[in-house]
């Protein structure tokens, strides 16, 4: 996960334009500045003066042509005393001109030339296209905004001027900017557009009103006002999920944040039963409850990678058999993976439809009802070495009182340039989805029942149990702010059960009707919300092979996960924010050549 460091660096840089060049440009006169490109190139200006000035970007031709006869035309041309603005180039001589045909004017200006790789992002929305003339581009916005709220953050720059367009689902026009070649904002002094939506469905059009084809390279960024839990199951219509106990950093439309560096879940089942005799890919008698957390580990140069652990209790219950299977992935962006060198642990990486994971499992042993204890997830960093995620498991009764802890499996992500590691629960953003995604997963924490594995969704025929999920503090276990009966990252699901959260944050599951709610803990009138939604979770699975020995593959997957190599978590960004950041920070370049010259 890269920070948005392209708007705070562009805010930077667009204070006023201190270091730049200065000059006197006497009346009639031009200056001009040679730019030659060797490969596809951003070249970004800023010309400021005390009178109204035409600055234009021309090719070779178009100068030559101005030079001889004063017809003054370019690929852009602006007149105004504050001109910021950037062009793509392609290979070729070009000339940045500044031309005072009035008044003597006093100049200061600023100009960045930074080569580019027309490369697009599987982390962000961060596109090249190519929009033919008179042509657009559309492209559906990210469904988080059906969750919430929204801001908008739309950055562009292009060889040719276009113009930028949001609609809603109505196709009512939300935005609209004038025709442009880079998306400045001169009221925010900002190279961005912030667009506010109501919750809705959006489109974002660029539309193309010359005949020339235009290199578009553009990137958007959405922030929720806060993310909705109920997201997925309102889209999918089905109340088909995953059933328990979950925190996502939100009460309502009230957004918090918590990282952490352990997760707590408490089990107490006193009755459980399951069968889905549909399907014959994992035992029609499975289920599982699991304990999932998302780890953000942050490194030195200011990447960042995003892993969803998963301690999982896998039970087949007409034979009482159950094991601890562990699984980790990387969903930084949509199209990543953990490959078997970035990582060191008792399990392997296994593949299934080029997606990469990390699995382990124990035997099978027969458990006994009641059945209690704790499931536990445990980050460490390890200077110079990464991250060492720790998963284990406490039986306190397994038919009588017993008590037993045992580490299940430790894992080390190896990443030298860690700086930071921590579990996140964050109510106010979704993780990275890139333009083939419809929106990220959750930034929560989830203590759930639900099937067996491949995003199977079982029936219980029955379950009689209490959970309660916790957060390290510093201290002790804490309990989250609030709470929601059902999770929505992972794919196993059931559709039959009931649960109720009390003030004191307990989790009481039994069978019967599904009732998406959430309740703030520690009120003496905890406020319950009844939400009578529809959804189903439709998520990508990955295949799991059952033995009655060792289960080492997958037992779940998050909707729009997949991930990168654990060492590399930058590998998938886009040029387009590097292209923003390197010319618009104020480090000036030597200027190449400058001739103040007579206009013929």
Known sequence: MRKYLTLALITVFLIPLISAYALILPQGYFLYIPINVNSLSALIYAIKSNVTVSVAVMTLS?????????????????????????????????????????????????YNLTQIKAENSSMYVEEFITIPGNSYYKLPIHLSTLGSPSQLLLTGVSNETVKYEVYNNESQLVFESSQVTLTFNYTSFTCYYNVSLPKGMYYLYIVNPSTTPALVAFEYRLYPIYVNPYLRSTLYNTTALPYGIASYGVTGD??????????????????????????????????????????????????????????VISFITNESAMNYCINIWNITYPSASIINSSIIGKGNVYNSSNQYFYAYGTPYTVYNLPLSGFLEINETVMPGKGVEIVFSETEVENGTYTSSSAVIDEVLVKDPNVSSAYFLVDGSQYTPAGVKSSF?????????????????ITNFKSLIATLSL???????????????????????????????????????????????????????????????????????????????????????????AAGINTQNSSGGSSSLVDIIIGVLVIVLFPIVYIIVRRKK
């Open 440 to 456: 990220g997963a959750f930034y929560d924490a989830e203590l759930v029942f639900g099937g067996f594995a491949s995003g199977e």
């Open 254 to 311: 009230k957004t918090y944040s918590i990282n952490t560096t352990s997760v707590r879940g408490f089990y107490n089942i006193s009755s459980i039963l399951a069968y889905n005799g549909s399907q014959s890919i994992v035992p029609q008698y499975g289920a599982s409850l699991q304990l999932n957390a998302v780890l953000v580990i942050n490194n030195k140069d200011n990447t960042s990678q995003i892993l969803w652990a998963q301690n």
């Open 62 to 110: 178009q100068f030559n042509t101005f030079n001889e006869t004063g017809v003054l035309k370019g690929l852009v041309v602006q007149n105004s005393s504050l001109v910021v603005n950037g062009v793509l180039l392609n290979p070729g001589e070009y000339y940045l001109v500044v031309y005072s045909p009035t008044q003597t004017a006093n100049i200061t200006y600023y």
């Open 470 to 560: 916790c957060y390290f503090n510093g201290t002790d276990y804490e309990k989250f702010p609030s709470y929601y009966t059902f999770g929505a990252d992972t794919a196993e699901a059931t559709g039959n059960l009931h649960v109720t959260i009390t003030s004191q944050g307990i989790a009481e599951v039994t069978i019967g009707t599904p009732d998406l709610e959430y309740s703030v803990v520690n009120s003496r009138s905890p406020v319950v919300i009844h939400y009578p939604t529809q959804t189903e979770v439709k998520t990508t699975t990955i295949n799991k092979t059952t033995t009655t020995t060792v289960s080492q593959s997958t037992t779940t997957t998050i909707s729009q």
